[in-house]
């Protein structure tokens, strides 16, 4: 997914807009690797193995995207009424039609493929990458606030200017002019940082993202695109986790589970054969465990990232400017313009400059190993009532002793199997440095970036204020 | 969160002006019976000192009286709409206080409506994880003999989603034990019981050597009575933990909250009832044999779980819609963390480092000297 063409990704915004000619109530959520390149939209696509939920916010439009590499057998993208498999046979998908979309063999769910306009017509939709996300509402302008608070300081100024006059109080008139000085430098400031903000979004950021531009934008915010990268990256590091689960953690319990009993007229024994795949097994669910610590924290950035750009320069920032206006309140404001400056511009290019970093690095996909276990889709059906004690896995429970295969796995037995499988660097490296790396290096070096920048900046605008607890709870 | 009545405050910080005026006025007098200069000069020092306390915490309360007059659709307009709130409704005509207290119930509601979710999903997965079946092998012996076969527990891998959720769990509880303190923090401050310090602080700014003292005072009670609570109201403008997940993620949290006695789909519907077709199909034939075939087959395919499942059919847990809402778990744990543990670390910083600008302010003299001269 880090690699695809960007070509390939500026092509699929532009189909929608090849041939449609209205908003469409599209939540789509196919992986951009789910077009091919040069795909019209009766064209069958080429699919990445990636799982996706169906989006459906509204109930006019769905899509189901669930995608393997082929429609026939396993999942497959759901095409929106219409299009070619790879046989170049015509699939009719619609809503008369559910049963053709579906995810085999853990979960045959039956999802419906139809795309709607808004005036009710079926049409061959695009596969238009839809986010998975709500976008919430926009944050507010933060220069008019403060520039609002920036006036208020010099309206207080000028009240204690008027003052010093009434009371004939010349040190009163001395401070209030010296004070005044600190409004202009605090009018200075305000325009450096409208400058810093453009400078960040026009410059710095699409140097970093700029494939990511949403179709009809022209550009960005540096924060909007920091929001993306980590939004796709989360939502990438959620399938990675719910694949390995499915592929691998739920598929080697179901093995560990496997237990044989043999009763004949009051003697009974009882076989574990394959409880030793227990030892992988537990390793696979802390593995997931640590996954999802890696997701719950780019979850965080991702939070953390929407707190800045709606809260912490709109808020903080303007306060800390209109304290920084007097003498006694400088410290306070200082840390405040410190802190919005530090989570608004730093902690957002820190996010783009990192995932730069890990991009950078070509990691490919994890390969997850197909386990032969038994599910709860197994069928038990006629040929079994006659049968032995054949058991419908790559491990029998019967087999107390760990016999040798002769599959590529040649000399080791069924435990060493799953470990082995568990072990193959096309898996453990990929999904370490995804997870590890991606998931809990970049965010935590990201806070700290942003946290050790406060420091020094406070110092710059007058005070020096510990934030060593933030740190700690990062 | 209703504004308490502090005119006992006033009251209570005359009647302190009052004291320490006279204390000062006695002091001034033993001055200059004993011909004392220095009794004398710090008599004449603390009677503006004196005055300056009172001033200020006549200046902290009209400022507290205000936070009950400020409307929230006031504050809201200057914010740009502000956010809306349903868990309570944040009125237009309430306070700050009042706003305050509802935007912390919000997040409460939020954070507790996560945690009903992750434990039901706990739930959910714990159960999935222990589901077996047994088969009988060969199934022409009806399990006659005995339940010779294999059992299997497809779903154990599940157990991993359990842990999974446990984390979330852990991370849940301590944001909403967080809320909860600042709940209860902000029910302490409004109750009005912190402004009694403020009488307190007018009589010892002004003792020998306790100025930094009364000044500490006065500027604890300013950053817990009136910085506080800004903040609060400052987070409810521009920050809302439910616009944040969605409504369509908030929907799938609030159906997995209220989903905790829905069960799991073990056997999927297509597998549950190509055995039972198969089963009837040879049941068909009327001989007994075919019919006790037709029995073994159905036992086989796991009959009771499909009585199970067709009779919670429509309200089971499948694996997608499962995952599907331990993802937006997972979210709303990220959200409850930041909106409950973060931002009020945040908050406390916030308000030590202007307790520490206030305190070293107010434990100075202020030189108002001239002023106090014209009044």
Request: aromatic share 12%; glycine share 10%; proline share 6%.
């Amino acid at each position: 997914m880090r690699r695809m063409p960007f070509a390939l990704l500026a092509l699929l915004f532009l189909i929608p807009a090849s041939f449609s000619d209205g908003p469409l109530y599209m939540t789509g959520c196919c992986p951009d690797e789910a077009l091919g390149a040069g795909a019209a939209p009766d064209q069958v696509i080429a699919y990445a193995s990636q799982r996706l939920d169906v989006c459906n916010p509204d109930g006019t439009a769905r899509i189901s995207c669930v995608v393997e590499e082929t429609m026939h057998g396993g999942t497959g993208c759901c095409l929106p009424y219409g299009g070619l498999d790879t046989d170049g046979d015509r699939i009719e998908y619609a809503r008369a039609n559910p049963g053709d979309c579906g995810t085999w063999p853990y979960d045959p769910v039956i999802t419906p493929c139809t795309v709607e306009r808004p005036g009710g017509d079926i049409m061959p939709g695009s596969e238009t990458p839809a986010p998975t996300r709500t976008p919430g509402p926009p944050p507010p302008d933060w220069v008019p606030i403060a520039l609002l608070a920036a006036l208020t300081g010099l309206g207080v100024l000028m009240i204690f200017y008027l003052l010093s006059y009434l009371v004939d109080a010349e040190h009163m008139r001395a401070m209030a002019t010296s004070e005044m000085w600190q409004v202009f430098i605090t009018a200075v400031m305000i325009a450096g940082f409208v400058g810093a903000d453009a400078f960040a979004g026009e410059v710095v950021a699409p140097a970093f993202g700029e494939a990511f531009l949403p179709p009809g934008e022209e550009s960005m915010k540096h924060t909007e695109y920091a929001v993306i990268f980590t939004e796709e990256m989360a939502d990438y590091q959620w399938g990675m986790l719910k694949d390995f689960t499915n592929k691998v953690v739920v598929p080697m319990g179901s093995l560990s589970a496997l237990n044989g009993n043999c009763w004949l007229f009051g003697v009974a024994f009882s076989f574990s054969g394959c409880s030793s795949i227990n030892v992988p097994f537990s390793s696979a669910s802390l593995a997931a465990r640590t996954m999802s610590v890696a997701v719950l924290a780019l979850n965080s950035q991702l939070v953390l990232l929407k707190v800045a750009s709606g809260f912490f320069f709109p808020v903080l920032l303007p306060i800390g400017l209109f304290l920084r206006t007097f003498h006694v309140t400088r410290g306070t404001g200082g840390f405040l313009i410190a802190f919005a400056i530090s989570f608004y511009f730093v902690y957002p290019l820190g996010v783009l400059i990192t995932q730069g970093f890990y991009d950078s690095v070509g990691v490919g996909e994890p390969e997850f190993p197909d386990i032969n276990a038994v599910t709860a889709a197994e069928s038990w059906a006629v040929e079994t009532m006659v049968s032995t004690f054949d058991v419908p896995a790559e491990c029998d429970p019967f087999k107390t002793y760990d016999y040798p295969e002769t599959d590529e796995f040649e000399g080791y037995g069924y435990t060493q199997k799953q470990i082995n499988r568990l072990l193959k660097e096309e898996l453990v490296d990929r999904l370490l440095y995804i997870f590890m790396i991606g998931g809990v290096f970049t965010p935590a070096l990201n806070v700290l970036i942003a946290l050790s920048v406060i420091r020094p900046l406070a110092r710059v605008f007058g005070t020096e204020v510990d934030v060593s607890a933030l740190a700690r709870i990062s | 969160m209703v504004c308490p009545d502090i005119g006992w405050v006033y009251s209570l910080s005359l009647l302190s002006l009052g004291v320490t005026a006279m204390v000062v006025g006695l002091a001034y007098a033993l001055g200059q019976v004993l011909n004392n200069p220095q009794f004398n000069v710090w008599a004449k020092t603390e009677i503006y000192q004196v005055f300056v306390s009172f001033f200020i915490v006549i200046l902290v309360l009209f400022v507290h009286d205000s936070f009950c007059s400020f409307r929230y659709s006031d504050l809201a307009g200057l914010a740009g709409g502000g956010q809306e709130y349903a868990h309570p409704e944040i009125g237009a005509d309430d306070n700050m206080m009042d706003s305050a207290g509802k935007y912390l119930a919000n997040v409460g509601h939020f954070i507790k409506t996560e945690m009903r979710a992750a434990r039901a999903l706990y739930g959910v997965a714990e159960e999935a994880s222990r589901y077996s079946r047994t088969p009988c092998m060969p199934a022409i012996t009806f399990c006659l003999y005995g339940t010779s076969g294999y059992s299997v527990r497809p779903y154990q891998g599940l157990s991993s989603w359990v842990q999974v959720l446990g984390t979330s769990l852990y991370t849940d509880t301590a944001s909403y034990l967080t809320v909860l303190i600042q709940m209860a923090l902000l029910a302490f401050i409004s109750g009005g019981g912190i402004m009694a310090y403020l009488p307190f602080a007018i009589i010892i700014r002004s003792l020998p050597m306790m100025r930094q003292f009364g000044g500490g005072l006065l500027a604890i009670c300013i950053a817990l009575f009136i910085i506080y609570p800004a903040l609060l109201v400052a987070e409810s403008l521009f920050w809302n933990p439910y616009n944040m997940l969605g409504d369509a993620g908030w929907g799938t949290l609030v159906d997995a909250a209220d989903g905790i006695s829905r069960g799991f789909q073990y056997v999927p519907p297509l597998e549950a009832g190509g055995a039972l077709a198969l089963a009837m199909t040879l049941a068909s034939a009327l001989s007994v044999v075919d019919i006790a075939a037709a029995i073994g087959v159905a036992a086989s395919a796991g009959i009771v779980s499909l009585a199970v499942m067709i009779h919670g059919l429509t309200d089971v847990w499948t694996l997608s819609e499962l995952e599907k809402a331990v993802g937006i778990s997972m979210q709303a744990a990220s959200i409850s963390f930041l909106s409950a543990t973060f931002l009020f670390s945040l908050n406390i910083i916030a308000i030590g480092a202007s307790a520490r600008e206030l305190g070293r302010l107010l434990g100075q003299e202020v030189d108002l000297s001239r002023l106090m001269q014209v009044i």
